[in-house]
């Protein structure tokens, strides 16, 4: 919705653009902050990321399953008073903030992506007090499995029911596969895109040895993601993964030559 004065209401897409509220394209170049796990460090890593160039920090949160779990009882969920700080210290340092859900990291089961936009609904109004400068990744990697449709499937009942509950922000979606299978971008992003009433989506790709293991691997993926016909971000990427190689300097090279974000992983601590 553009506003009388020719700005629109806040982040929004173009094609496969990300632009801001003044219509100025935004290429993400930036970091990933694990916060959910290392909460204290924000007064630090946030500031340090401006300073050394970064437009945009994405910051892992917690819902608190995986405590309920048992799993890491150190994952305290992110209270509204959290996020609020943390969004504040991301203006302050004139960064676009992303943040994401990590619980789900690789679960298969849909009411683990459900339990993310419920707590995304209860942050709504948070959220959408920052339209110009809030990216909402829905869930960390969903779906681990290397399949295309279930991903789709989960999707399509998430996005609508963020946006019948109000949340007007851009939502980031990770592909299939732990994030490492595009080809569930290529296969079904056309219909995940088409769930969400706004039309203001980006796909996200995590870019280690599966997704990014060669020079060609990299120039494929991202063209084919891009094909599809909405923006798309390299949500994290390493210079080598699980003692695997990645092909960093390509995706350096050939996001730039694209126009293309990246976030890498990670600040401190992997």
Same mark, same amino acid.
């Given at each position: 919705?553009?506003?009388?004065?020719?700005?629109?209401? =806040?982040?929004?897409?173009? =094609?496969?653009?990300?632009?801001?509220?003044?219509?100025?394209?935004?290429?993400? %170049?930036?970091?990933?902050y694990?916060?959910?796990?290392?909460?204290?460090?924000?007064?630090?890593?946030?500031?340090?990321?401006?300073?050394i160039?970064?437009?945009?920090? %994405?910051i892992?949160?917690?819902?608190?399953?995986?405590?309920?779990?048992?799993?890491?009882?150190?994952?305290?969920?992110?209270?509204?008073?959290?996020?609020? %700080?943390?969004?504040?210290?991301?203006?302050?340092?004139?960064?676009?903030?992303?943040?994401?859900?990590?619980?789900?990291? =690789?679960?298969?089961?849909?009411?683990?992506?459900? &339990?993310?936009?419920?707590?995304?609904?209860?942050? &709504?109004? $948070?959220?959408?007090?920052?339209? &110009?400068?809030?990216?909402?990744?829905?869930?960390?990697?969903?779906?681990?499995?290397?399949?295309?449709?279930?991903?789709?499937? =989960?999707?399509? &009942?998430? $996005?609508?029911?963020?946006?019948? @509950?109000?949340?007007?922000?851009?939502?980031?979606?990770?592909?299939?596969?732990?994030?490492?299978?595009?080809?569930?971008?290529?296969?079904?992003?056309?219909?995940?895109? @088409?769930?969400?009433?706004k039309?203001?989506?980006?796909?996200?790709m995590?870019?280690?040895?599966? @997704?990014?293991?060669?020079?060609?691997?990299? %120039?494929?993926? $991202?063209?084919?993601?891009?094909?599809?016909?909405?923006?798309?971000?390299?949500?994290?990427?390493?210079?080598e993964?699980?003692?695997?190689?990645?092909?960093?300097?390509?995706?350096?090279?050939?996001?730039?030559?694209?126009?293309?974000?990246?976030?890498?992983?990670?600040?401190?601590?992997?």
């Amino acid at each position: 919705a553009m506003a009388q004065d020719g700005m629109s209401e =806040g982040l929004h897409i173009d =094609g496969t653009r990300i632009l801001d509220a003044k219509n100025n394209e935004l290429v993400m %170049r930036g970091v990933n902050y694990s916060w959910a796990w290392q909460r204290g460090h924000e007064e630090t890593v946030i500031p340090a990321a401006k300073r050394i160039g970064c437009n945009a920090i %994405r910051i892992q949160l917690s819902t608190g399953e995986r405590q309920k779990q048992g799993l890491y009882p150190d994952w305290d969920r992110c209270e509204p008073a959290d996020l609020e %700080r943390l969004i504040e210290l991301c203006e302050q340092n004139k960064l676009i903030a992303v943040f994401n859900t990590h619980d789900e990291t =690789g679960d298969n089961d849909y009411a683990s992506l459900e &339990k993310a936009v419920e707590f995304w609904i209860e942050m &709504k109004d $948070i959220l959408n007090a920052h339209l &110009k400068t809030v990216i909402v990744n829905i869930s960390n990697e969903w779906y681990g499995s290397w399949h295309s449709w279930p991903w789709a499937a =989960g999707y399509q &009942k998430a $996005i609508p029911r963020l946006r019948e @509950a109000g949340i007007r922000n851009l939502l980031l979606v990770d592909c299939a596969g732990w994030g490492q299978y595009p080809k569930s971008i290529f296969d079904r992003g056309r219909e995940v895109a @088409a769930a969400d009433s706004k039309g203001n989506l980006v796909f996200s790709m995590h870019f280690y040895q599966d @997704a990014a293991g060669s020079d060609s691997q990299v %120039r494929s993926n $991202i063209d084919k993601a891009l094909n599809v016909g909405c923006p798309v971000l390299i949500g994290e990427f390493a210079y080598e993964h699980q003692g695997h190689p990645v092909a960093w300097q390509t995706i350096l090279d050939y996001t730039k030559e694209k126009n293309v974000g990246y976030l890498v992983w990670s600040w401190t601590g992997n």
